[in-house]
């Protein structure tokens, strides 16, 4: 069984347009994140919610609006994309409360390449 | 700039040889995480040191952590060419930001 999955693994798009990547994982975990890969492999964090609650918001254009329906789920939405936007965004999770999310390892799925044209 | 720096940027090596990887902070840490990430794949946890451990070890991994340097070094020995990937060292800050700020990154090649 997959642990974090996400869909979908590859996504072309056009300038302008409105996607949005969904994130699942079957672990129990309390605390999940979106985080971005450029083409230089640096991985840098957007994202985290805790029990659906939005823990960590980083200084990330407001085109991009996360949402947590449940605790196993986080959805990132990404409005009027842009070239710069092209990069592989990974969802992840990890065990922990509100007062330590960050206890212990993280989770990653396999990623989504987004290409914008 | 970034909290993590890795250094070596890229390492190549013959089987067998032992791979030793770097990784440099700038603040306090809770902990310090290594992970692996294999081409077009995701990240896989490999082992966690706690800032009140000096080195831990993991099968043919070998970590170990110098506070007072901010810095913890990777050492893969023995090794295959399935461990041919980017590791990446990751800190869990103390400022209790909650984030988990992930290195530059090694790409290692291990030749058969």
């Known amino acids: 069984d997959t642990a974090v999955s996400q869909t979908p693994k590859y996504l072309v798009t056009q300038m302008g347009n409105d996607k949005s990547i969904k994130c699942e994982q079957n672990l129990g975990h309390d605390t999940m994140y979106w985080y971005k890969q450029d083409s230089k492999k640096f991985l840098k964090i957007m994202f985290s919610y805790n029990n659906k609650e939005l823990i960590i918001n980083e200084t990330v254009p407001n085109r991009f609006s996360p949402k947590s329906p449940d605790k196993a789920h986080l959805n990132l939405h990404i409005n009027s994309l842009e070239l710069g936007d092209s990069a592989v965004y990974f969802c992840a999770s990890s065990q922990g409360s509100l007062a330590f999310p960050l206890s212990g390892e993280q989770y990653f799925g396999p990623g989504t390449r987004l290409t914008v044209t | 700039s970034q909290q993590g720096e890795e250094d070596p940027q890229a390492l190549s090596i013959q089987e067998g040889e032992n791979a030793t990887m770097n990784c440099s902070y700038k603040t306090s840490i809770n902990n310090l995480q290594w992970y692996r990430q294999n081409s077009g794949r995701g990240l896989v946890h490999l082992i966690l040191i706690r800032s009140n451990e000096r080195e831990k070890h993991s099968g043919r991994l070998r970590v170990t952590l110098d506070t007072s340097k901010k810095s913890s070094s990777l050492l893969i020995t023995a090794s295959r060419a399935a461990d041919t990937a980017s590791y990446f060292c990751?800190?869990?800050?103390?400022?209790?930001?909650?984030?988990?700020?992930f290195g530059s990154g090694t790409r290692l090649l291990v030749r058969p």
């Open positions: 990751a800190t869990d800050l103390m400022d209790s930001s909650y984030k988990l700020i």
